[in-house]
């Protein structure tokens, strides 16, 4: 017992740095109590309490081979082979790494995607979008096909084809990683062979004949890079040091991307077809100008959507019937 609780005395910081740290014995290590160092450690490099406290918990338990850390019995005692897998995804996020890379995957809705840096990590946020698109395309079967435009992981794909069946799906992305990761994750849950995946830049003009072959669209959606340049270096190193600045950065206003979206949509959607954005806060005044300043584009701003802070930040844009 002695030395268990020497044990449990140990620097975790010296640990996690790889610095020397004291001697694992033959006993194993109680969980509560790594619990408790692990949140210190990762509170100690600016890490707030609460995200410690979870990194702590679902690192944990993934290496016990549990989702949850209340999955895991507080009797357990960690032996010696997953102590030293909690110690390497420990020093993975004492680095700043985001959580879900830490564990190499993550839930979306009904799903467990794998993620990989850089590939964009997919949000909460994100999840209420596609509630929306699902509400609105409820049962109708005449909703063919759809376009997302920065599948990332494909977790928005993914859970678009496995929740509607009849649909089909081209998911555009300019990261080789991202189109590689949503392939994996389509074939994973066996909906890859109703989905062409693009690696190509969807600024590129012979990207956009390429899918307008593929199209037409019933709907497009994206989460478009919409942060506004000057704003990335002071995002959390989480972000600004991992996920792919491409998918962030959204030129001097947020809205480089969003204003070439809106250009190249018409010719890609039916009549009637619609366009699903997610969006920075306090955006869509400046979409609605964009768009009522070139009617030409015949397209019309139908209306914005809140997350679940009641805040802004959906848009739902339609192709008008001329």
């Known amino acids: 017992m002695q030395c268990l609780r020497n044990i449990q005395r140990c620097n975790f910081i010296s640990f996690t740095r790889g610095l020397p740290f004291c001697q694992f014995s033959s006993k194993s290590i109680d969980v509560n109590q790594l619990r408790v160092e692990l949140t210190k450690e990762f509170q100690s490099v600016g890490i707030e309490r609460r995200e410690s406290l979870l990194s702590a918990e679902y690192i944990i338990a993934h290496v016990l081979g ?100 009849w649909i089909t799906a081209v998911a555009c992305d300019i990261s080789r990683e991202a189109c590689d990761l949503t392939t994996e994750n389509l074939t994973k849950y066996q909906v890859d062979g109703r989905a062409v995946v693009l690696n190509m830049d969807f600024k590129d003009s012979e990207t956009i004949q390429r899918i307008c072959e593929l199209g037409p669209f019933d709907f497009i959606l994206s989460n478009p890079p919409y942060i506004p340049s000057a704003d990335i270096d002071h995002l959390d190193p989480e972000v600004k040091t991992y996920e792919d600045r491409r998918a962030l950065d959204g030129g001097q206003d947020g809205l480089d991307f969003v204003r070439h979206l809106l250009a190249v949509s018409p010719p890609l959607l039916k009549t009637n077809g619609k366009l699903w954005l997610e969006t920075g806060l306090e955006q869509h005044g400046l979409i609605k100008k964009m768009i009522d300043s070139k009617p030409e584009q015949n397209m019309t701003f139908l209306q914005s959507l809140e997350d679940i802070t009641n805040r802004e930040r959906f848009c739902l844009i339609q192709k008008r019937s001329r």
């Open 66 to 165: 549990k989702k949850m850390f209340h999955e895991v019995s507080r009797k357990t005692m960690i032996p010696k082979a997953q102590w030293l897998q909690i110690k390497e995804l420990a020093k993975k996020r004492s680095e700043r790494m985001p959580l879900q890379y830490v564990l190499g995957e993550w839930d979306f809705h009904d799903f467990t995607v794998k993620l990989s840096p850089p590939v964009l990590i997919p949000r909460p946020e994100t999840e209420e979008l596609v509630e929306y698109v699902l509400q609105d395309v409820g049962p109708d079967r005449s909703c063919q096909k759809f376009l997302e435009v920065g599948c990332g992981s494909g977790a928005v794909t993914l859970c678009l084809l496995s929740k509607l069946p």
